[in-house]
Nanobody, 123 residues
Framework: QVQLVESGGGSVQAGGSLRLSCAASGYFVGYRCMGWFRQAQEKEREVIALSNTRANYTYYADSVKGRFSISRDFAKNTVLLQMNSLSPEDTAIYYC????????????????WGQGTQVTVSS
């Protein structure tokens, strides 16, 4: 059974930075995708950034390109999300997710989820 545990959320002023961390435990067969999604109040969950273990593949949503960066620590089985130049529009609950195989932008394709961590950006 795979478990994902997130940390690093919090409150920050606009223009500030936060770093989220997701530690994975358990065993994946083959390659896998790990990434971050977020869900703002009364909005649908949306993809933010994805990273695949097989290829040097990363994906970023247009809304975070140039501001957010995803990275992997394979030795620690951890995925990080560095968030810079935060704005109030980034306020949401951020979720770490994982799946076998290739990455997919559709959150319903992910069967492993963290508990979520709140990120609040004030103006």
């Amino acid at each position: 059974q795979v478990q994902l545990v997130e940390s690093g959320g919090g409150s920050v002023q606009a223009g500030g930075s936060l770093r989220l961390s997701c530690a994975a435990s358990g065993y994946f067969v083959g390659y896998r995708c790990m990434g971050w999604f977020r869900q703002a109040q009364e909005k649908e969950r949306e993809v933010i950034a994805l990273s695949n273990t097989r290829a040097n593949y990363t994906y970023y949503a247009d809304s975070v390109k140039g501001r957010f960066s995803i990275s992997r620590d394979f030795a620690k089985n951890t995925v990080l999300l560095q968030m810079n130049s935060l704005s109030p529009e980034d306020t949401a609950i951020y979720y770490c997710a994982a799946k076998q195989g290739w990455c997919d932008e559709d959150y319903v394709k992910y069967n492993y989820w963290g508990q979520g961590t709140q990120v609040t950006v004030s103006s």
